[in-house]
């Protein structure tokens, strides 16, 4: 199962954890298994969904964090030097962090209003809160991040704020 979740993922760390998981899942499913194929094409299959899972996550975390950088640097790359091109990568990893360590009622608001770009409106139907709560959330969310970003002496060339 290893062996083909690193055939997958291509990342020793990612494979170990997606066998895990598997093994994990299969676990669970036990019950579930009738017989219908081999035993190993059922927990290669769980293995393969797993891996597909983290393949998933991987494209989510990575456009959040293009989202958010979109959001704070309005800037063309094209025209940055090979020194600005590594302050941005710095940047995008700083922005990540400091998203990644926000709680979840203030991180969700963040990732549906700029990941998947959901209206306050679709967000607050999302999660079963009123549109007001919404806009003070985001307010909220977007304070934090610029304030963890300035303490971690990150550069600003734009900001979190504008209409939510």
């Known amino acids: 199962m290893y062996r083909l979740c ?12 997606a066998t895990q998981e598997a093994f994990i899942a299969a676990l669970k499913a ?13 927990l290669l299959a769980i293995a393969i969904n797993t891996s597909r899972g983290h393949l998933r996550q991987r494209k989510r975390q990575a456009n959040l964090e293009q989202s958010v950088t ?6 063309d790359q094209s025209r940055q030097s090979l020194e600005g091109q590594v302050m941005q990568s710095q940047h995008n990893e700083a922005v990540w962090r400091a998203v990644s360590g926000l709680d979840e009622k203030h991180r969700l608001p963040i990732v549906l209003r700029y990941y998947h770009d959901l209206s306050t409106q679709e967000i607050a ?13 985001l307010s909220n969310a977007r304070n934090r991040l610029l304030g963890e970003l300035k303490r971690a002496n990150v550069p600003l060339a734009g900001s979190l704020g504008g209409e939510p």
Do not use: C, P
């Open 6 to 17: 690193l055939s997958i993922l291509g990342d020793s760390e990612d494979a170990a954890d």
């Open 30 to 42: 036990l019950a579930s298994y009738r017989g219908e194929s081999a035993f190993q094409t059922w």
């Open 70 to 75: 979109d959001e704070t640097m309005r800037q």
């Open 125 to 137: 139907d999302t999660l079963g809160i009123n549109v007001g709560t919404v806009h003070s959330r």
